[in-house]
Protein backbone atom coordinates (compact mmCIF):
# COMPACT_ATOMS: atom_id res chain seq x y z
CA UNK A 1 0.00 0.00 0.00
CA UNK A 2 3.10 2.66 1.22
CA UNK A 3 4.34 1.64 -2.96
CA UNK A 4 0.91 2.48 -4.35
CA UNK A 5 0.57 5.69 -1.72
CA UNK A 6 3.92 6.61 -3.15
CA UNK A 7 3.05 6.53 -6.47
CA UNK A 8 -0.14 8.48 -6.38
CA UNK A 9 1.47 12.02 -4.78
CA UNK A 10 3.95 11.30 -8.28
CA UNK A 11 0.98 11.46 -10.74
CA UNK A 12 0.07 14.29 -11.65
CA UNK A 13 0.03 14.62 -14.90
CA UNK A 14 0.52 12.54 -18.05
CA UNK A 15 2.14 13.41 -21.49
CA UNK A 16 1.24 11.25 -24.76
CA UNK A 17 2.07 11.81 -28.43
CA UNK A 18 -0.57 14.92 -28.88
CA UNK A 19 -1.87 15.31 -25.64
CA UNK A 20 -0.85 17.16 -22.24
CA UNK A 21 -3.41 15.53 -19.56
CA UNK A 22 -3.35 17.90 -16.69
CA UNK A 23 -5.25 18.85 -13.66
CA UNK A 24 -7.68 21.94 -13.95
CA UNK A 25 -7.19 25.02 -12.69
CA UNK A 26 -9.85 27.77 -11.78
CA UNK A 27 -8.54 30.16 -14.63
CA UNK A 28 -9.44 27.06 -17.24
CA UNK A 29 -13.23 27.29 -16.60
CA UNK A 30 -14.17 29.95 -19.62
CA UNK A 31 -12.25 27.77 -21.68
CA UNK A 32 -13.38 24.10 -20.59
CA UNK A 33 -16.82 25.68 -20.58
CA UNK A 34 -16.65 26.42 -24.23
CA UNK A 35 -15.51 23.33 -25.34
CA UNK A 36 -18.37 21.53 -23.43
CA UNK A 37 -21.22 23.57 -23.36
CA UNK A 38 -22.47 21.28 -26.64
CA UNK A 39 -25.67 19.52 -25.65
CA UNK A 40 -24.30 16.59 -28.19
CA UNK A 41 -21.33 16.14 -25.91
CA UNK A 42 -23.18 16.69 -22.69
CA UNK A 43 -26.11 13.94 -23.22
CA UNK A 44 -23.95 11.43 -23.96
CA UNK A 45 -22.59 11.97 -20.12
CA UNK A 46 -23.89 11.12 -16.67
CA UNK A 47 -23.15 13.67 -14.52
CA UNK A 48 -22.49 16.91 -16.51
CA UNK A 49 -26.13 19.25 -16.22
CA UNK A 50 -27.34 20.69 -19.55
CA UNK A 51 -27.53 23.91 -20.10
CA UNK A 52 -24.02 23.56 -19.15
CA UNK A 53 -23.08 27.13 -17.72
CA UNK A 54 -20.27 28.87 -16.76
CA UNK A 55 -20.92 28.19 -12.66
CA UNK A 56 -20.74 24.34 -13.44
CA UNK A 57 -17.31 25.18 -15.14
CA UNK A 58 -15.88 27.31 -12.31
CA UNK A 59 -17.35 24.25 -9.91
CA UNK A 60 -15.60 21.92 -12.03
CA UNK A 61 -12.36 23.89 -12.46
CA UNK A 62 -11.87 24.38 -8.92
CA UNK A 63 -12.50 21.35 -7.45
CA UNK A 64 -10.24 19.51 -4.66
CA UNK A 65 -8.21 16.86 -6.59
CA UNK A 66 -8.46 13.65 -5.30
CA UNK A 67 -4.91 11.56 -5.81
CA UNK A 68 -7.13 8.09 -5.85
CA UNK A 69 -9.86 9.23 -8.44
CA UNK A 70 -7.85 11.89 -10.44
CA UNK A 71 -9.64 13.72 -13.25
CA UNK A 72 -7.55 15.52 -16.28
CA UNK A 73 -8.13 18.05 -18.75
CA UNK A 74 -6.74 17.21 -22.18
CA UNK A 75 -4.59 19.62 -23.44
CA UNK A 76 -3.62 19.66 -27.17
CA UNK A 77 -0.10 20.70 -27.66
CA UNK A 78 0.30 22.90 -30.63
CA UNK A 79 2.83 25.34 -31.75
CA UNK A 80 1.08 27.71 -30.12
CA UNK A 81 -1.57 28.34 -27.12
CA UNK A 82 -2.44 24.91 -25.92
CA UNK A 83 -6.11 24.48 -26.05
CA UNK A 84 -8.47 22.41 -23.89
CA UNK A 85 -10.28 19.62 -26.03
CA UNK A 86 -11.88 17.40 -23.72
CA UNK A 87 -11.63 15.49 -20.08
CA UNK A 88 -10.40 11.91 -18.79
CA UNK A 89 -10.22 10.50 -15.22
CA UNK A 90 -11.61 8.28 -13.02
CA UNK A 91 -14.18 8.18 -11.23
CA UNK A 92 -16.06 6.37 -7.74
CA UNK A 93 -19.08 4.67 -8.91
CA UNK A 94 -20.59 2.64 -6.75
CA UNK A 95 -17.17 1.89 -5.19
CA UNK A 96 -15.62 1.10 -8.56
CA UNK A 97 -12.94 3.08 -10.38
CA UNK A 98 -15.04 4.30 -13.51
CA UNK A 99 -13.47 5.74 -16.68
CA UNK A 100 -14.87 8.37 -18.12
CA UNK A 101 -14.25 11.14 -20.86
CA UNK A 102 -15.63 13.35 -23.46
CA UNK A 103 -14.29 15.37 -26.41
CA UNK A 104 -14.95 18.22 -27.76
CA UNK A 105 -17.02 18.41 -31.18
CA UNK A 106 -14.13 19.65 -33.80
CA UNK A 107 -12.14 16.79 -32.37
CA UNK A 108 -14.28 13.85 -32.98
CA UNK A 109 -13.39 10.72 -34.81
CA UNK A 110 -9.54 12.04 -34.64
CA UNK A 111 -8.53 9.27 -31.64
CA UNK A 112 -8.27 11.41 -29.04
CA UNK A 113 -10.92 9.74 -26.67
CA UNK A 114 -8.59 6.17 -27.05
CA UNK A 115 -5.40 8.43 -26.57
CA UNK A 116 -5.90 9.95 -23.19
CA UNK A 117 -7.94 7.21 -21.93
CA UNK A 118 -4.94 4.42 -22.94
CA UNK A 119 -2.95 7.23 -20.54
CA UNK A 120 -5.72 7.04 -18.04
CA UNK A 121 -5.85 3.31 -17.92
CA UNK A 122 -1.70 3.28 -17.52
CA UNK A 123 -2.39 5.90 -14.56
CA UNK A 124 -5.07 3.89 -12.63
CA UNK A 125 -2.25 0.96 -13.01
CA UNK A 126 0.14 2.75 -11.45
CA UNK A 127 -2.30 4.63 -8.89
CA UNK A 128 -3.24 0.41 -7.67
CA UNK A 129 -6.50 -0.09 -8.87
CA UNK A 130 -7.24 -3.83 -9.65
CA UNK A 131 -9.81 -3.04 -12.10
CA UNK A 132 -11.25 -0.41 -13.83
CA UNK A 133 -15.27 -0.13 -15.05
CA UNK A 134 -16.95 2.08 -17.95
CA UNK A 135 -20.74 2.06 -19.54
CA UNK A 136 -21.91 3.77 -22.31
CA UNK A 137 -25.56 5.05 -23.38
CA UNK A 138 -26.82 2.55 -25.74
CA UNK A 139 -27.41 5.59 -28.36
CA UNK A 140 -23.62 6.41 -28.17
CA UNK A 141 -21.90 2.94 -29.25
CA UNK A 142 -18.56 5.48 -30.74
CA UNK A 143 -17.82 5.07 -26.96
CA UNK A 144 -18.25 1.10 -26.84
CA UNK A 145 -16.05 1.51 -29.90
CA UNK A 146 -13.33 3.20 -27.92
CA UNK A 147 -13.64 1.00 -24.96
CA UNK A 148 -13.07 -2.15 -26.88
CA UNK A 149 -10.15 -0.81 -28.21
CA UNK A 150 -8.46 0.01 -25.02
CA UNK A 151 -9.61 -3.99 -23.64
CA UNK A 152 -12.33 -3.35 -21.85
CA UNK A 153 -14.60 -6.34 -22.03
CA UNK A 154 -18.69 -5.87 -22.40
CA UNK A 155 -19.98 -8.00 -19.51
CA UNK A 156 -23.29 -8.57 -21.47
CA UNK A 157 -24.98 -6.81 -18.90
CA UNK A 158 -27.12 -3.27 -19.12
CA UNK A 159 -28.65 -0.91 -16.35
CA UNK A 160 -29.79 2.39 -15.66
CA UNK A 161 -28.36 5.26 -14.88
CA UNK A 162 -29.67 9.04 -14.40
CA UNK A 163 -28.49 11.14 -16.65
CA UNK A 164 -28.56 14.99 -15.59
CA UNK A 165 -27.88 16.12 -19.10
CA UNK A 166 -31.00 14.41 -20.42
CA UNK A 167 -32.83 14.41 -16.91
CA UNK A 168 -34.03 11.05 -17.47
CA UNK A 169 -32.78 7.48 -16.37
CA UNK A 170 -31.12 6.32 -19.58
CA UNK A 171 -30.34 2.05 -20.59
CA UNK A 172 -25.93 1.85 -20.20
CA UNK A 173 -23.92 -0.70 -21.37
CA UNK A 174 -21.59 -1.81 -18.87
CA UNK A 175 -17.62 -2.76 -19.00
CA UNK A 176 -14.88 -4.01 -17.42
CA UNK A 177 -11.29 -4.17 -17.45
CA UNK A 178 -8.84 -6.15 -14.85
CA UNK A 179 -5.63 -4.45 -14.39
CA UNK A 180 -3.78 -6.63 -12.09
CA UNK A 181 -2.18 -8.97 -14.94
CA UNK A 182 0.43 -7.75 -17.24
CA UNK A 183 0.29 -4.51 -18.95
CA UNK A 184 0.05 -4.83 -22.96
CA UNK A 185 -1.31 -1.23 -23.36
CA UNK A 186 1.55 1.28 -24.85
CA UNK A 187 3.35 2.97 -21.99
CA UNK A 188 2.35 6.51 -21.28
CA UNK A 189 4.95 9.40 -20.59
CA UNK A 190 4.20 10.01 -16.63
CA UNK A 191 6.21 12.87 -15.67
CA UNK A 192 8.27 13.26 -12.11
CA UNK A 193 7.39 15.67 -9.73
CA UNK A 194 8.91 18.48 -9.13
CA UNK A 195 9.10 21.51 -6.71
CA UNK A 196 6.92 23.44 -9.29
CA UNK A 197 4.99 21.35 -10.73
CA UNK A 198 2.60 23.87 -12.18
CA UNK A 199 5.46 25.80 -14.16
CA UNK A 200 6.63 22.01 -15.05
CA UNK A 201 2.60 21.31 -16.27
CA UNK A 202 3.29 25.03 -18.55
CA UNK A 203 6.49 24.51 -19.97
CA UNK A 204 5.31 21.02 -20.57
CA UNK A 205 2.06 22.41 -22.81
CA UNK A 206 4.46 24.46 -24.95
CA UNK A 207 6.55 21.83 -25.93
Not at 121 to 127: E, S, T, Y
Request: net charge positive; with cysteine; aromatic share 8%.
Amino acid sequence: MQGAAQNRRKIMFARTERLLLRPSWPEDAAELHQAIADEGIVRNLARAPWPYTVDDAVQFATQAHDPLYPSFLLMLRTHGAPRIIGACGIGNYDGSAELGYWIARPYWGLGFATEASRAVVNIAKAIGHKKLTASHFTDNPASGNVLRKLGFQNTGETAQRHSNGRGEAMTSVLYVKPLDGAGTEPRTRLSPPVLNMRAQMERLQAA
